[in-house]
């Protein structure tokens, strides 16, 4: 009698290089995922530009692009007549990070420097963010920290100029300082409808 044949089928197991190839592929299949995907959304990180490309750098940024204030929204306009060789200043009390957009133009170029104290430490903490000589300036501004920002203004020549400022955002009142003193002024939030 003949033994009846069985197929048995043979498992081998794979071989080292195999093994270092699949762990290769793996390695740097995660690394794509990790520099394509997960840096730009979690961390703003984005090594390869691909982040903005998919729009995932702005999931790192925030939950929402809505920011809610402490502050009721304000609107300013102020106009300074400076003489020959006169200056003022004009700061805002502002809130940590709350944010400002602003315009201030002048008949002609004056000195000009944008800064901010913080709250309760005084003038030799102050802080400049941008200074120089010109006819306007337009922009925005998140305030760094919790104190007065604003910007000093020179008239350095030798006629009489206007520097007027528009003004808006979540500021609580301004503060000007002129002729060795300062005054506040009152600024009302903007009207509900």
């Known amino acids: 009698m003949t033994e009846p044949t069985t197929n048995q089928a043979t498992t081998q197991a794979p071989s080292s290089r195999n093994i270092l190839i699949a762990t290769g592929i793996s390695f740097v299949v995660g690394l794509l995922v990790l520099l394509v995907a997960i840096l730009p959304a979690e961390f703003g990180a ?7 490309l998919l729009g995932l750098t702005a ?8 920011e809610e204030q402490v502050e009721m929204h304000r609107t300013d306009y102020v106009e300074f007549e400076l003489g020959p060789f006169q200056s003022v200043e004009y700061k805002y009390t502002m809130d940590l990070d709350a944010p400002m957009v602003f315009t201030w ?5 004056v000195y000009f ?4 104290e913080p709250a309760g430490l005084g003038e030799e903490y102050a ?3 941008e200074q120089g000589d ?3 300036r337009t922009g925005s501004f998140h305030a760094p920290f919790a104190g007065i920002h604003g910007w000093f203004w020179e008239n350095r020549s030798g006629r009489t100029v206007v520097v007027r400022l528009h003004a808006s955002g979540f500021f609580v009142d301004s503060t000007v300082f002129r002729d060795g003193g300062d005054y506040s002024r009152a600024i009302a939030p903007i009207a509900e409808s």
């Not at 999931?59 to 809505?66: D, Y």
């Not at 133009?105 to 170029?109: A, L, R, V």
Request: net charge negative; proline share 7%.
């Open 134 to 136: 010109a006819e306007s």
């Open 59 to 66: 999931l790192s940024r925030s939950e929402t692009p809505f």
């Open 113 to 116: 420097d944008m800064h901010a």
């Open 127 to 129: 802080e400049s963010f």
């Open 105 to 109: 133009t002048s008949d002609s170029e």
């Open 46 to 52: 984005d090594p390869l530009g691909t982040g903005d």
